[in-house]
């Protein structure tokens, strides 16, 4: 729904130099702007802008900023350009190869590599504010950073929480976890194990401690596997890549196949499901808990039958605590249009803090940006949004997203490999043998 995965990239990640990097990014806008495209007759500049919003509250808000900004802004037009997440990169491909690609480009981090190494995105140094490159932090921009440039501004993020049954948990008498005290892999193991009656859902009485929805299981197992210490991508000095399945990555993954296989604890059902597929059951009172994207919490506040008392989780922590990786949507201008300065400008009023706070609400996610997400509105205990800021600091770029030849290594070795695992169809040796020795020689095609 939010991301395209398409990622052939190197990355430098070390955070002093990338401090560094956005430290000197300053706004260059001007009034005018050479060449003709997007110009008319009387000077008036039009910039088209897609969105990738889908949500009628997303929708509405970012038409608003457009209307706004064309209010206030005479001789530059902003024109709303409605998109999907669903075929963004190859449409934005077919775009950029025709030379009709809109001026401001709203996508996700991991979906950037390609267009930035293609020549096809503008390096946004020297073109973004100071407040705008200050105000969010470092971490957030490793995100969109590729070789020596920019090629994106990340506006929201989402983390990876658990949505759970609140009268079920109290009832049980389980420890509620916290931000502060959150619960522990193998302590969140022993709780889905209680809540499903300690001997699981699969002898009667069809209830589970937790669902997991893994349509799509290498995101989740990675990004989560950041808490447990898990890296899996290891970069060498001569810059190449190669996979190493060490202790700290088998937590994760390993905690899931025994809730499903060993505990009964968790619904093998759910493994093939994506997150919306498992409400029903969630409200039907199948699950005590479902992992899910934060900002699922707008379904679940418009699909919740009435009296359902739900609460958001913290995921559980591991020797990295609450770490984890995300991909957060971006904003990025297209390297062919002629009117760079202003499309960094409409980009600068978009994710002002009271906007980027309104975006965020709007998308039911967390704005990057260290002002917004001090704004009362993102801090209330009302349908998890607390919980959601305090996990803010702990997000971190996506373990992949420098990783060339992912893509192939994700859906011809990772995914497959992962979806037999976790069903109970083949062990943990057999999982690390595909995902090192198969996987490896993938990558190894990549980095000749």
């Known amino acids: 729904m939010r991301t395209g995965t398409r990622r052939r990239v190197r990355v430098r990640t070390g955070t002093r130099w990338l401090a560094a990097v956005v430290a000197g990014v300053l706004l260059a806008a001007g009034s005018g702007c050479s060449g003709d495209g997007g110009g008319s007759e009387d000077g008036r500049i039009t910039l088209r802008f897609q969105s990738l919003a889908w949500q009628e509250e997303s929708v509405d808000v970012n038409k608003e900023l457009v209307r706004e900004w064309n209010a206030t802004h005479r001789d530059v037009k902003v024109e709303y350009v409605q998109g999907s997440w669903d075929s963004v990169h190859d449409q934005l491909l077919t775009s950029f190869e025709g030379g009709e690609a809109p001026d401001i480009i709203h996508d996700a981090s991991d979906d950037l590599a390609d267009f930035a190494y293609g020549g096809y995105l503008a390096d946004l140094r020297g073109l973004l504010s100071e407040r705008l490159t200050s105000d969010i932090p470092a971490r957030s921009w490793e995100t969109t950073t590729f070789g020596d440039g920019v090629y994106g501004v990340p506006f ?6 658990l949505i759970a049954n609140a ?18 892999w193998s302590e969140f193991r022993k709780i889905t194990d209680e809540l499903s009656g300690g001997d699981g859902g699969g002898d009667g009485d069809g209830k589970y401690g937790v669902a997991w929805p893994l349509k799509e299981p290498v995101s989740a197992t990675l990004n989560l596997s950041l808490s447990t210490g898990g890296r899996l991508f290891h970069r060498g000095a001569d810059g190449k890549v190669q996979v190493r399945f060490e202790a700290a990555d088998e937590v994760v993954p390993r905690t ?32 005590a808990m479902v992992p899910l994207g934060f900002s699922y919490r707008q379904q679940i506040v418009q699909q919740a039958p ?17 770490t984890q990786g995300v991909s957060p949507q971006t904003l990025s201008v297209a390297q062919d249009s002629p009117h760079k300065e202003e499309a960094a400008a409409f980009i600068d009023f978009l994710l002002r803090p009271r906007n980027m706070v309104r975006l965020a609400l709007g998308d039911w996610m967390l704005p990057t940006g260290t002002e917004a997400l001090r704004n009362p509105a993102l801090r209330t205990e009302k349908d998890g949004w607390a919980t959601g800021t305090a996990l803010a600091g702990r997000l971190r770029s996506a373990p992949a997203q420098s990783v060339r030849g992912y893509p192939e290594w994700k859906d011809k070795v990772a995914t497959p490999a992962l979806q037999e695992y976790y069903s109970g169809a083949i062990g943990l040796g057999e999982l690390r043998r595909r995902l090192v020795k198969d996987g490896n020689l993938v990558l190894a095609r990549y980095q000749r």
């Open 306 to 322: 009435k009296g359902f008392d739900w609460q958001v989780l913290p995921a559980p922590a591991g020797a990295d605590g609450l």
């Open 256 to 287: 899931i196949h025994d809730q499903v296989n060993t505990d009964d604890s968790a619904s093998g059902s759910t493994l093939g499901s994506g997150g919306s597929d498992t409400l029903p059951g969630f409200f039907g009172g199948k699950y």
């Open 156 to 161: 929201l993020q989402e983390p990876r929480v």
């Open 167 to 184: 009268t079920w948990l109290k009832e049980s008498g389980v420890r509620i976890p916290t931000p502060e005290k959150p619960w522990s």
